[in-house]
């Protein structure tokens, strides 16, 4: 159960790191400041990224940087080139940009959040959640520092903490589909399985095509051996998102766990066809 778990809420928590480059900048660097050619540039090279014409656009920021390297508005430039070399798979490049720009403006929630879905990419959550605290210093309801600072919590099994995020944002917003999954997952960790069940039956309510709630509600069942509700939900979420091979392999576990070895193959297979590795494959059917 905790790997399809954990699968789930990367899933959801993913969608939100994917999202944070489209973070709206503080007006104070909404537009360059400088001489005329030096604002053309900058002008004509976010309507190259919006026209997708990346190469273009690096190129025009990179002749504003030259034009005035001593702007203060350099810092908008340099956010837009990590957002550029994050886009091309450069990401080593657009954690150099976003170090500048944040260098230059510090308490930019735009650049701090980027930078933190860097570091999350890349696989260094410590120093994400330097960059989400910070955020939080500065913005204490920002609903996407929130998540990330919780996520990254209850990863590190500090389950009051994560907790205490999870509550505020459900505070900010009670229908939060991450939130609600995330503390319900936290309350299954914590023994409560009746407040468990109860939050997960709620996003499955309040969300009922989305897969995620089916997932986790059918590892809660096959933790208390209820093999038939799981079963149902396993199958449902494979419908809603029939290409999502962690399903066929969650149910897979629940076939090879209730000696319906045919059916564990058939998952297994199928999962293997969607993108599942050799571990994963012998590991739904060995019941790992």
């Known amino acids: 159960m905790r790997k399809l778990i954990a699968f789930c809420l990367i899933c959801c928590f993913c969608l939100t790191v994917s999202l944070s480059a489209q973070e709206t900048t503080p007006s104070s660097a909404q537009e360059p400041t400088g001489n005329g050619l030096y604002q053309q540039y900058v ?168 897969a995620a709630g089916y997932a986790l509600r059918a590892g809660m069942e096959m933790d208390r051996k209820l093999y038939e509700r799981a079963e149902a939900d396993y199958t449902k979420a494979i419908e809603l998102e029939p290409k999502e091979a962690n399903y066929r392999l969650a149910r897979a576990r629940l076939y090879t766990r209730t000696k319906q070895k045919r059916k564990a193959r058939e998952d297994v297979r199928e999962a293997g066809r969607l993108g599942a590795s050799a571990d994963e494959m012998l590991g739904a059917t060995s019941g790992e």
């Open 43 to 210: 002008r004509q090279g976010i309507t190259a990224m919006e026209d997708d014409s990346l190469a273009l656009a690096e190129r025009l920021f990179r002749q504003a940087l030259q034009t005035e390297p001593a702007s203060q508005s350099n810092a908008l430039i340099w956010g837009h080139l990590a957002s550029i070399y994050e886009r091309t798979k450069r990401e080593h490049n657009a954690l150099e940009a976003y170090n500048i720009a944040l260098g230059l403006s510090p308490h930019t929630l735009r650049l701090l959040l980027g930078r933190a879905s860097l570091y999350m990419k890349l696989g260094n959550e410590s120093r994400a959640l330097v960059d989400y605290n910070d955020v939080l210093d500065l913005n204490p309801d920002h609903p996407e520092a929130l998540l990330m600072r919780a996520f990254i919590k209850q990863r590190q099994r500090l389950l009051k903490d994560a907790r205490t995020d999870f509550e505020h944002l459900l505070r900010l917003n009670p229908v939060h589909e991450q939130a609600l999954l995330g503390l319900a997952l936290i309350n299954s960790n914590d023994r409560r399985p009746q407040e468990a069940m109860e939050t997960i039956n709620r996003v499955i309510d309040l969300y009922p095509q989305h």
